[in-house]
């Protein structure tokens, strides 16, 4: 059981946007830099978001993440078909002096 | 850019050690620490450990110390990572993960680890 918590799945139809939470605590997200990444069928994880907002040159600014106090959210808008993957937040926890994952979270595009 | 990538599929027997290699290329290996991240069949990512190339410096998973052992080849860019007393639920697919800061920027491809009698 991650320390992290993701909902289990979200949903939404083509074009539509959707948030992803991710909830912890002060020794981890309220105190270090959150990451996300994609991980598509069959595929190994792609990084997402970096330093709690930040796109690597190459992810699209459909996908936009912010952190407040020990919470953390991935958002997606004009949702493809193509996005449908599993969503993992991370962080580093001062607590375990290692880094954590998130449960995971699958996202259906109906 | 970059690449890591890993070394085949193995298949153990309970008790037995693993070893995966993963080799960089396309960049500067000192500048970055690596880490190893596996995930078990239908189920999520778990973070096992850190090394820097520079330094040697490691920082292991809690509930994996003593049974990890993560080390570098600087004169061939390789980075292993050596699983001792395996057993059945160390099954899964293993990645060796290039760290920028606190991004996990560069995966490899994977190695799936067979724990089986």
């Known amino acids: 059981q991650s320390v992290l918590t993701q909902p289990p799945s979200v949903s939404a139809a083509p074009g539509q946007r959707v948030t992803i939470s991710c909830s912890g605590g002060?020794?981890?997200?309220?105190?270090?830099?959150v990451s996300w990444y994609q991980q598509l069928p069959e595929t190994a994880p792609k990084l997402l978001i970096y330093d709690n907002n930040k796109r690597p040159s190459g992810i699209p600014d459909r996908f936009s993440a912010s952190k407040s106090g020990t919470s953390a959210t991935l958002g997606i808008i004009g949702l493809q078909t193509g996005d449908e993957a599993y969503y993992y937040c991370q962080v580093w926890d001062d607590s375990l002096n290692g880094r954590v994952f998130g449960g995971g979270t699958k996202l259906t595009v109906l | 850019q970059g690449y890591l990538v890993q070394s085949g599929a193995e298949v153990k027997k309970p008790g037995a050690s693993v070893r995966v290699s993963c080799k960089a290329s396309?960049?500067?290996?000192?500048?970055?620490?690596f880490t190893w991240v596996r995930q078990a069949p239908g189920q999520g990512l778990e973070w096992m450990g850190y090394?820097?190339?520079?330094?040697?410096?490691?920082n292991y998973a809690q509930r994996l110390q003593g049974g990890l052992t993560m080390t570098t080849d600087t004169s061939t860019n390789t980075v292993y990572m050596e699983l001792r007393s395996l057993r059945p639920d160390d099954t899964a697919v293993y990645y060796c993960?290039?760290?920028?800061?606190?991004?996990?920027?560069?995966w490899g491809q994977g190695t799936m680890v067979t724990v089986s009698s």
């Open positions: 396309g960049f500067t290996f000192t500048k970055y620490g």
């Open positions: 993960v290039r760290v920028d800061s606190d991004a996990f920027d560069i």
């Open positions: 002060k020794s981890d997200i309220g105190n270090n830099y």
């Open positions: 090394i820097s190339p520079f330094s040697g410096t490691t």
